[in-house]
């Protein structure tokens, strides 16, 4: 159990193009999805935290107009990165935290490169 | 402001030898601790977490944690790795009522050669 997916598992776009992320919880529910950017050979950096329902809480110095977060339902939130440049290409990670257990379960990741 | 140390970013080590991975943390609160790995183009798996009572947690794989309040560490031990074992890893820690917001540590690249 406690299965997160995320779709693409990778993606290349053009410099200007606009790239959505999606991340579901497959067999629970998630009140909680959290969005990680990973650079090569580096630690994870929070970027977001969404609650079903609400809007997303940024972490400093990221960017909330470029990168859009949904958390439309208690199983699916996606991440949409507007206008991208090759400095936005590296590996998004989201995890998925269910209502009581104190546990995210993290999804693949998805490798985002901009040309 | 919480923030998590591994003292060490690369460990190799020799296949069917001990190994420990330190992780210090900070923070003026009480707060939860975990170790994830990550293998290559990979998300994490939890390793373990500690979250109340006995200090000596166990994972899956064989791994195992202490955590020490006095000295603020939640070190990773291993007595035994396997070529498998190789990849990266991570402490992590959450502060209480924080809606489960982690900060990772930098990472250790664990290498274990035959």
Known sequence: GAVVSQHPSWVICKSGTSVKIECRSLDFQATTMFWYRQFPKQSLMLMATSNEGSKATYEQGVEKDKFLINHASLTLSTLTVTSAHPEDSSFYICSARARGPYEQYFGPGTRLTVT | ?114
Do not use: M
């Open chain 2, 1 to 114: 402001a919480q923030s998590v140390t591994q003292l060490d970013s690369q460990v190799p080590v020799f296949e069917e030898a001990p190994v420990e991975l330190r992780c210090n943390y900070s923070s003026s609160v009480s707060v939860y601790l975990f170790w994830y790995v990550q293998y290559p183009n990979q998300g994490l798996q939890l390793l373990l977490k500690y979250l109340s009572g006995s200090t000596l947690v166990k994972g899956i794989n064989g791994f195992e944690a202490e955590f020490n309040k006095s000295q603020t560490s939640f070190h990773l031990r291993k007595p035994s790795v396997h070529i498998s074992d190789t990849a990266e890893y991570f402490c992590a820690v959450s502060e209480k009522n924080q809606g489960g917001k982690l900060i990772f540590g930098q990472g250790t690249e664990l290498s274990v050669k035959p």
